[in-house]
């Protein structure tokens, strides 16, 4: 092979990898294209670093400790979360437009941040997140060492189920 041809054929090699790579980037399913839509809470859990695993893996938290914990996010105590493609975060079931709640996905895709009125509010752990099923991790109080696991399911599937039934 001549020169001018290894040279043509490593020019196509280059162009192939930066087509395909850009393909991948550009219709890859990112976090915030996933997060976007209506979210209904399914299950919230306590799992306590100082408590046995038995009572850990059964213990349910209770709607006052909830509340107690978000206090600062009223608008989330509905069990509805509605992310718009525009960064705000609404509830589905009272919506307002005065709530001045957003979300911002940092880092590689695993931060979920909560603003309100241009202050963090709250940060939480994005555990998985696919179509159809997100879990978030939430951090408190480190004297109570524990985590709350929140667990949400696309509202199009849960009312896809129920018609079904």
Do not use: C
Not at 8 to 37: C, D, T, W
């Amino acid at each position: 092979m001549s020169r001018d041809v290894l040279i043509k054929i490593n020019y196509a090699f280059v162009a192939l990898l930066l087509i395909g790579a850009s393909l991948i980037v550009m219709y890859h399913e990112s976090p915030e294209r996933l997060i976007q839509g209506e979210w209904v809470e399914k299950n919230w859990r306590l799992e306590k670093d100082n408590a046995s695993k038995k009572i850990a893996s059964t213990f349910h938290l209770q709607d006052e400790l909830r509340k107690e914990i978000l206090r600062n996010i009223e608008d989330l105590h509905l069990g509805v979360w509605k992310f718009e493609q525009d960064g705000t975060l609404l509830s589905a079931e009272e919506p307002s437009d005065h709530s001045g709640m957003e979300w911002i996905i940092k880092g590689r895709g695993h931060v979920l941040e909560l603003r309100k009125d241009g202050r963090q509010v709250e940060s939480f752990q994005i555990q998985q997140i696919s179509k159809d099923k997100l879990v978030l991790h939430l951090n408190f109080d480190l004297q109570v060492k524990g985590i709350i696991e929140i667990v949400l399911e696309r509202k199009e599937q849960v009312d896809q189920y129920a018609a079904e039934i």
